[in-house]
């Protein structure tokens, strides 16, 4: 069946350093991808999203690229702030009710 | 918009007792779907809804009973609690945007403990 591997957390980084938190996928035909993001204490929410290969996704200034000959989406920013800290989760979708998430990262941003 | 509505936010039962997950939409979505949240398993989805009158399984429904009789609604029932159903619960809601890639809008989550 499909399925999405995110890198395990949790991930702690200083404020200002790059981010990538890695998300690969296994599936039968091609998907859409999501990242969505939860804050403590709150649902998930869409971060991005990308339809078809090569697409690249961004928003708030993160940004993941559909990589069809990798099967990743790999979730990426430049400098990270402390209000990033939250949990982000993978995901993917063929246009149905379905989707199908990863197990989540944890990321925590230092002053 | 209040978005997608989940009430309550926090319940403790005991195991064997039963009780209704609230979910209400605004948003005239289609879709509406029930998922659980467990620590290292991410969200694995329980049923779903692709309109009124219209439910079906997800990959662990066991345990529980949905209904759809209007668009706005979704209740999930847990019928008779167990300490394995202790997570955190969210409602969904979605349409099929652009390219076809369906969108989820998610509520606050429901916090249930079975003791």
């Known amino acids: 069946g499909d399925s999405v591997t995110q890198m395990e957390g949790p991930v702690t980084l200083s404020e200002e350093a790059f981010l990538t938190i890695n998300c690969t996928y296994t599936a039968t035909g091609y998907p859409s991808l999501f990242w969505y993001v939860q804050y403590p204490g709150e649902g998930l929410q869409l971060l991005l999203k990308?339809?078809?290969?090569?697409d690249k996704g961004s928003n708030k200034g993160f940004e993941a690229t559909y990589r069809k000959e990798t099967t990743s989406f790999h979730l990426e920013k430049g400098s990270v702030q402390v209000s990033d800290s939250a949990v982000y989760f993978c995901a993917l979708n063929f246009g149905n009710e379905k989707l199908t998430f990863g197990t989540g990262t944890r990321l925590t941003i230092i002053p | 918009n209040a978005g997608v509505t989940q009430t309550p936010k926090f319940q403790v039962l005991k195991t064997g007792q039963s009780m209704t997950l609230q979910c209400a939409q605004d948003m005239n979505h289609e879709y509406m779907s029930w998922y659980r949240q467990d620590p290292g398993m991410g969200l694995r989805l329980i049923h779903y809804s692709v309109g009124a009158g219209i439910t079906d399984q997800g990959e662990v429904p066991n345990g529980y009973n949905v209904s759809r009789s209007t668009t706005e609604d979704f209740p999930l029932r847990l019928l008779s609690a167990a300490p394995s159903q202790t997570s955190v619960y969210f409602c969904?809601?979605?349409?099929?945007?652009?390219?076809?890639?369906?969108?989820?809008?998610f509520g606050a989550g429901s916090r249930l403990t079975v003791l």
């Open positions: 969904a809601s979605s349409y099929r945007g652009g390219s076809g890639a369906n969108v989820l809008t």
């Open positions: 990308a339809t078809k290969a090569d």
